[in-house]
């Protein structure tokens, strides 16, 4: 029995909508199995049990188990394993009041004895996390290792008008604007080493800087404005500004990196924000 603690990311949980909520939690065959005993293990399967711990008085000496999900797992396949907690999840941040509002999970396994270990915690040392590097060095990456971690999605409850950027593209815009692109790893062939997000919305830049009466606050800097302004009066001069990002920001990738170790990397300048001319 093993018991994970969560903390509610801000005190307004209770205002989201939980899409999607999954445990991952690492199962591996206990090293001491010889080749005999892992073939008997081919026909055999565990039982994966998530239950919410409660304290049912103020000085938390009684506890209340309830049940929350139970999985099904062959014992021969080692691994990463996923456990959907959407409906834990949600029912969680909506009793949320504070951010103590802790959840506490028990995880227990019908079927592993000692054969199958579960990974909940990971005991890489310091050294180890210097070592396998899969991205450059100016990104900002943590070896998560073999230890579980949740993956929530959310959106808002409330449904809000969308505010349009100024640089927003829109139907039949030629001047320079930010144009929506989303890209699906997916589609990239990238969704078997990348666990989280599916996609993402890296977004372009599109338009004119040149026709038409661009207003001041197209352009990115003064000296791009009175560049334009040099080329209107000299119609033959060869400089003109482009549209280009002017502001860009950071996504968080989490990923399967050396011997199915997680690996969580802050990658800079992949999201297009705002256009302008330059």
């Not at 971690?149 to 100024?166: C, D, G, M, P, W």
């Not at 890209?183 to 830049?205: D, H, K, R, S």
Request: charged share 20%; proline share 4%; net charge positive.
């Amino acid at each position: 029995h093993t018991l994970l603690y969560l903390k509610p990311p801000h005190s307004n949980v209770n205002k989201l909508k939980v899409t999607s909520a999954y445990l991952w939690i690492y199962l591996r065959l206990h090293s001491s199995l010889d080749k005999r005993a892992r073939q008997h293990l081919q026909n055999r399967t565990l039982t994966l049990y998530i239950f919410r711990v409660k304290n049912t008085t103020a000085t938390g000496l009684n506890l209340d188990f309830e049940k929350v999900v139970s999985k099904k797992v062959p014992t021969n396949i080692a691994g990463w394993k996923q456990i959907d907690l959407k409906d834990a999840i949600q029912k969680w941040f909506t009793n949320t009041i504070s951010s103590d509002d802790k959840l506490t999970l028990l995880v227990d396994c019908s079927g592993c004895d000692s054969l199958v270990q579960i990974v909940l915690f990971s005991n890489t040392s310091e050294s180890e996390l210097n070592t396998g590097q899969l991205m450059k060095e100016n990104l900002d990456q943590h070896k998560l290792g073999l230890r579980s971690f949740l993956i929530i999605n959310t959106q808002s409850k409330a449904v809000e008008r969308a505010k349009r950027h100024a640089f927003n593209c829109i139907h039949h815009q030629q001047q320079c604007c930010k144009q929506s692109l989303y890209v699906n790893f997916t589609e990239l062939g990238w969704n078997n080493w990348v666990i989280q997000p599916t996609g993402y919305f890296a977004n372009y830049c599109v338009g004119d800087c040149v026709s038409g009466s661009p207003t001041p606050d197209i352009f990115k800097h003064f000296h791009s404005q009175i560049v334009d302004q040099h080329r209107r009066q000299n119609p033959f001069a060869s400089i003109s500004p482009c549209c280009v990002p002017t502001r860009l920001s950071t996504i968080t990738l989490l990923y399967f990196g050396i011997d199915n170790t997680i690996i969580k990397a802050d990658l800079p300048k992949m999201v297009v924000e705002e256009c302008g001319c330059v």
